[in-house]
């Protein structure tokens, strides 16, 4: 089994920051991409940013510039680094991972919620 837990959620003001966790645990030989994705209520689950196992990045054209993604592979770890939070990034984050020969697992969300 192979679990990701989230953590660091929560509700900010606008052009504030926040600073995501996501912590993978279980039988895992190594995990190839880490990524998040979010959910804003009515709308469909989108791309934020992914990481490679060598640390390649790609980001949503919405976050480049105020998002930062970056990992820790001997803790399994990923995290998502949020600043200039604005209203439209409230949303439930979701953290992903491809596990080398398991597929790919799925956190249970975070909420982050920014205020006007």
């Known amino acids: 089994q192979v679990q990701l837990v989230e953590s660091g959620g929560g509700l900010v003001q606008a052009g504030g920051s926040l600073r995501l966790s996501c912590a993978a645990s279980g039988s895992i030989f190594s995990i190839n991409s880490m990524g998040w994705y979010r959910q804003a209520p009515g709308k469909q689950r989108e791309l934020v940013a992914t990481?490679?196992?060598?640390?390649?990045?790609n980001y949503a054209d919405s976050v480049k510039g105020r998002f930062t993604i970056s990992r820790d592979n001997a803790k399994n770890t990923a995290y998502l680094q949020m600043n200039s939070l604005k209203p439209e990034d409230t949303a439930v984050y979701y953290c992903?991972?491809?596990?080398?020969?398991?597929?790919?697992?799925w956190g249970q969300g975070t909420q982050v919620t920014v205020s006007s």
């Open positions: 992903t991972a491809a596990i080398a020969t398991r597929g790919t697992y």
């Open positions: 990481i490679t196992s060598g640390g390649m990045t």
